[in-house]
């Protein structure tokens, strides 16, 4: 079992046991799942690259390195990290965080970023150390 894997089911235990983990970070992170699965999932999975990156372990991860993708020429020279505050931005337009990316997506409800970002950072905090 990869680590990815064992962090995506050690945050299901969580959350399935109503942890305070549903609320990371000011979102709902139960939430953010059910908002994964029926809006991100068409382009992304957690644990490998699709049309879009991986997301399992976008949280800390420094934007446009995800390992086996290739990125657009944009992304690929982005340098900042996937923090809570970038999630939100990109999720609200990646257009206006990283003009020439190719994602033609976003969340137009604050409340639906804020779930969204807690879920991927739940997955981080559910992450074994390294």
């Known amino acids: ?14 959350v399935g046991a109503g942890a305070p983990l549903a609320h990371a970070q000011g979102g709902d992170a139960v939430k953010g799942r059910q908002l994964f699965e029926s809006r991100c999932i068409g382009c992304h999975s957690l644990d490998q690259n699709r049309v879009g990156p991986a997301l399992g372990t976008v949280a800390g991860r420094t934007a446009g390195k995800a390992p086996g993708y290739t990125y657009s020429p944009a992304m690929a020279q982005a340098t900042h990290v ?5 999630l ?9 965080l990283v003009p020439g990316q190719a994602m033609g997506y976003s969340l137009s409800l604050a409340d639906d970023r804020r779930d969204v970002v807690a879920f991927l950072q739940s997955l981080a905090q559910a ?3 390294q």
Not at 1 to 14: I, N, Q
Not at 88 to 96: C, F, Q, S
């Open 1 to 14: 079992m990869s680590a990815r894997a064992l962090a995506a089911g050690s945050l299901a235990l969580l």
């Open 88 to 96: 939100r931005a990109w999720l609200t337009d990646p257009e206006a």
């Open 82 to 86: 996937w923090t809570g505050d970038k």
């Open 127 to 129: 992450r074994p150390a």
